[in-house]
């Protein structure tokens, strides 16, 4: 057949998203790579710490999901030829969804059964499985769970292109991939590109994150002897393949979560491979740019046994190889102003001969790295680089809108060939804003509708402050919320209070309790965000945030009078109820804390966080309280898998 682009309709049991939360990441979520030291030698160079962010902000959290599931049907893009066929989720994205071999009828990749949202994202939810595209900053992609921008193109050849591109906020980026097949290839070909158009070196994370198979048996394959890790809160480096006398690349003998970032040397090809006992598997390569390589397991104990549970129905077990920019996920790359950094990224079936699998970690990696030098995949890719540097600045066919931020951001020759949609009206009036000046002023009942004030543009807002916003709540709650972002504490406080004063909002209330924790002044934090919450009792994020807030205030109190005069429906809303009981427990209330904690089977948040022991810790505590003895931590409340 020649090769197509298609679009399809897929069939999947999946959880609501839910809508964005109402108030903006001001305090953050928390974030492993912000928490570490680093015992390294002098010319590990891998920037850590570079590129770091305490929050999502100007992304908004997506904590509104539950673990209810029905079915649902979603867009699909695919890709096919004689040899392979690759399904996309356009409006997830941009996942990968799907990589079958059509001459052996096996899916490369871990597709999994439903969509089941958890808090392990930039900005909370994710799903697992295929292969996901991370961009800007640390982290999964803020557009992980989010529609691309979708679009058609073709080579010079005709062959058709399936184009899916955004516009970064953070580091005020577009990001284009290009996917096709050509008649006679064996693996889906992937362009990226990235292009810094501003005058300013800024920090660049890029990590393609590709679910594959447990295998029983299975081996992960890399061109590399030594590999960064991290354990005990410090990063330091490793020999491979053996490490505390658990060979790594044997994935199923690996006890606890943990990374592997493989240091590949300068001169080897950059690739991963993961392959079942037969020797046959995924291989993903790429040229130069993308240098490095990573195992993710989620391990073998009972927490890790947890999560696998806690994100699928009955797709069974995973693990994650990577390919990123930098050396580790610790930080990010300086990226120079007026650049561009493509790359190739090709992903396909391969099979190793089962001598050479059966060997050692040595072996198995030289038997594929003289596959592709002495194919000259390297070069052959680079030449495709070149070859199609033409079509990839081509116009494209929209068939699918993105977000409307890539549409009020300037850009040059080098992106100009994307096309971005202002649709939303929303976005519309913020651009009339930056036009004229003048802000719009919505009911303060209502959420904020966007947040588009940064460091760029914060002189420009504060002006109008003096002059035609002078009256407007709104544009000071927005210069509050800029100032608190760029950790002008003092500054955000006083616009805070003075978009208060001219309309009292609960949204001005939230900022006032975030710079009152931030600055140590714990009662008026608390009071502040309890005005909020009685403003807007029928918001779930708020209640979310809100009941954090008086939770790291030590209101305890205040949490409980507030989570009594809920009704049912709230109550039964895992976060907020954790916090409830967590506030008996630091009250002294220690048996109701404990009936709560169990009925129904006990306690689930929908939205624990990645590494978080909060609900062990718990249940432990409660437990040996009551009963005056420790017991292990039961496998239901159990997600201290690192």
Known sequence: MKPELRWDRMKIWAADLGPQSSVPDLLGEHILQNHLEFRLEEGDEIYEGYGRRKNAYPYRQYNG?????????IQTAILENDFLKAVFLPEYGGRLWELWDKTTGKNLLYTNDVLQFGNLAIRNAWFSGGVEWNVGIIGHNPYTVSPLYTAVTELENHTPVLRMYEYERVRKVPYQMDFWLEED?????????????????IPMYWWSNMAVPEYEGGKIVVPAGQAFTFADGAVFKVDLPVVNGIDITDYKKIPRSVDYFFDIPEEMPKFIANLDREGYGLLQVSTKRLRSRKLFSWGNGQASNHWQEFLTDRAGRYVEIQAGLGK??????????????????????????GE????????????????????????????????????????????????????LAPRGKWSGHLEFVLADEAIKKWQSFFQEGTLHKPDPQYAPDEFLIDEENIGFLTETLKKQNRENWYAFYQAGTACFALEDYEKAEGYYKKSFELEANAWACH?????????????????WIARGIEMQKNDGSYMKEGLKILFLCEAYEE???IYES??????????????????LHRLGKEKKAY??????????????????????QLWQELYENLHSVKMPVPYRYDFKAF
Not at 185 to 201: A, K
Not at 376 to 404: D, F, I, N, Q, Y
Not at 595 to 616: F, K, T, W
């Open 65 to 73: 999901y539950t673990r209810e599931r029905k079915e649902k049907e």
């Open 185 to 201: 290839d064996r693996f889906l070909n992937c362009r990226m590109r990235i292009v810094n158009e501003s005058s300013e070196v």
């Open 328 to 353: 580790t996920q610790y930080g990010c790359l300086p990226m120079a102003p007026h650049t561009a950094w493509e790359w190739m990224e090709k992903y396909g079936p391969v099979p190793m001969s």
């Open 356 to 407: 050479r699998f059966r060997g050692s970690h040595s072996e198995r990696a030289g038997e594929l790295t003289n596959f592709l030098v002495e194919n000259h995949w390297e070069e052959a890719m680079e030449e495709t680089l070149k070859r199609t540097s033409g079509p990839a600045k081509k116009k494209a066919e929209l068939v699918m809108p993105g977000s409307g931020y890539g549409a």
């Open 511 to 527: 900022g006032l309790a975030c710079t009152g924790l931030v600055r140590g002044r714990k009662k008026d934090a608390a009071q």
């Open 559 to 561: 949490v409980c009078g």
């Open 566 to 583: 809920l009704g049912r429906v709230w109550q039964q809303t895992g976060k907020l109820k954790f916090y409830y009981i967590s506030a």
């Open 595 to 616: 009936e709560l904690l169990e009925e129904n089977g006990g306690l689930i948040v929908e939205d624990i966080r990645e590494g978080e022991d909060s609900i062990a």
